[in-house]
């Protein structure tokens, strides 16, 4: 069974900076492509980036718009997401996602396990 368990989340300046973590647990075979959805009070989960299993095939949600950074380390089964230029709409919980494709996907019904997610409030 894969867990995934995130961290890095807190309060920041608007312009300011932080760093998720997805930290993966279980057969990694079950863990190729891996990406972050965000959730904000009201609104339906949303895709962020996603990578795939060699770091090759990336993609970003086009509100990004290059302040973030998708990449993973496969040998220590972790996931993380740089985010920079932070700004109060970037506010919501920050969900990690994995699948058993290697094919990086921007769906949110195609990735197999979920995280219980992490909070990200910018404040203005």
């Known amino acids: 069974q894969v867990q995934l368990v995130e961290s890095g989340g807190g309060l920041v300046q608007a312009g300011g900076s932080l760093r998720l973590s997805c930290a993966a647990s279980?057969?990694?075979?079950?863990?190729?492509?891996m990406a972050w959805f965000r959730q904000a009070p009201g609104k339906e989960r949303e895709f962020v980036a996603t990578?795939?299993?060699?770091?090759?095939?990336?993609y970003y949600a086009n509100f990004v718009e290059g302040r973030f950074t998708i990449s993973r380390d496969n040998a220590r089964n972790t996931m993380y997401l740089q985010m920079n230029s932070l700004k109060p709409e970037d506010t919501a919980v920050y969900y990690c996602?994995?699948?058993?494709?290697?094919?990086?996907?921007?769906?949110?019904?195609?990735?197999?396990?979920w995280g219980q997610g992490t909070q990200v409030t910018v404040s203005s």
């Open positions: 990578i795939n299993w060699s770091g090759g095939s990336l």
């Open positions: 996602a994995a699948r058993i494709a290697n094919l990086a996907t921007i769906y949110r019904s195609e990735y197999d396990y």
């Open positions: 279980g057969p990694s075979f079950n863990m190729n492509a």
